[in-house]
């Protein structure tokens, strides 16, 4: 009965490598997120994807790429890992409507080294 | 560009002690505010909602107030457990964001000591 849900909850790999982290909701929801908690614990949003556009965070380096193969699912690709990608990601996802609640999955540590 | 503040970082209190979470955001054009918990270790559970119009919202022992015009909001939770322990985060929708993205504080780390 998992709302947000995200594969693998850890993830350990070398520099250079690439990796994907996937991400599914099961609440009919039509936007998705992922966030970045780095090892401060501070949250920064770095997309926002509905079935109409995706919204960058400016500061999202190009090798991360979210995919999205249908609106349940939002999967995170890395490619090029840096050491300084560490930290814990979360997908979350609302309704469009403005008013909507955001719901967060329970993160994925990403450990680079 | 919006900027949320969360003071204090950490706090410690008694069992049974009621307390005040602060939050406050440098934009007023917002659309809503939410409140988190994380566990360590675990992800985020949303706690309330407040929509811009709103001045607060309860569930159960908690209580969270909305002033947009100053920028703050409060979390104040009653009659503090020792299962309350976990870190709180407030988070904004700005009103300039088209993508409905979330502007998060730094949060502030809750114990409630038995």
Redesign the interface.
Known sequence: DTAVSQTPKYLVTQMGNDKSIKCEQNLGHDTMYWYKQDSKKFLKIMFSYNNKELIINETVPNRFSPKSPDKAHLNLHINSLELGDSAVYFCASSQWDRLGEQYFGPGTRLTVT | KQEVTQIPAALSVPEGENLVLNCSFTDSAI??L?W?RQDPG?????LL?I?SSQREQTSGRLNASLDKSSGRSTLYIAASQPGDSA?Y?C?V?PRDN???????G??TRLMVKP
């Open positions: 659309y809503n939410q988190f675990k992800g985020l559970t949303s909602l929509q870190t985060l988070a929708r088209a993508g409905n993205m979330l502007t998060f730094g949060g």
